[in-house]
């Protein structure tokens, strides 16, 4: 079992920067990919990005490839996702998961993870 808590939502500025973070328990950590994903109001939830187990291989929608940046410290069993530029229409419930392989990209679709974490919200005002 793999429990995922984020962490570091709030409110910013339109133009501001957010770090979130997500701790994984297990130890399995180092060898899962780590998807970050967001659900706006009344919209579905959404791939932002995927990183390796070693970290070596990120894999970003479109969308989110120029701003955000997803990187992970094995050792905290920590993944990140650094957002920046930050618009309102990023104000989303953020959450990570992770999957027990990493498949490139596949990780856009759900079923390749196995846990998901509670989410954390992020607002931003305009």
């Known amino acids: 079992q793999v429990e995922l808590v984020e962490s570091g939502g709030g409110l910013v500025q339109a133009g501001g920067s957010l770090r979130l973070s997500c701790v994984a328990s297990?130890?399995?950590?180092?060898?899962?990919?780590m998807g970050w994903f967001r659900r706006a109001p009344v919209k579905q939830r959404y791939f932002l990005g995927v990183?390796?187990?070693?970290?070596?291989?990120?894999y970003y929608a479109e969308s989110a490839k120029d701003r955000f940046t997803i990187s992970r410290d094995n050792a905290k069993n920590t993944v990140y996702l650094q957002m920046n530029s930050l618009r309102p229409e990023d104000t989303a419930v953020y959450y990570c998961?992770?999957?027990?392989?990493?498949?490139?990209?596949?990780?856009?679709?759900?079923?390749?993870?196995?846990?998901w974490g509670e989410g954390t919200q992020v607002t931003v005002s305009s």
């Open positions: 297990g130890r399995t950590f180092s060898t899962s990919a």
């Open positions: 990183i390796s187990g070693d970290g070596d291989i990120t």
């Open positions: 998961a992770a999957g027990p392989v990493y498949r490139g990209s596949l990780m856009r679709i759900e079923y390749n993870y196995h846990y």
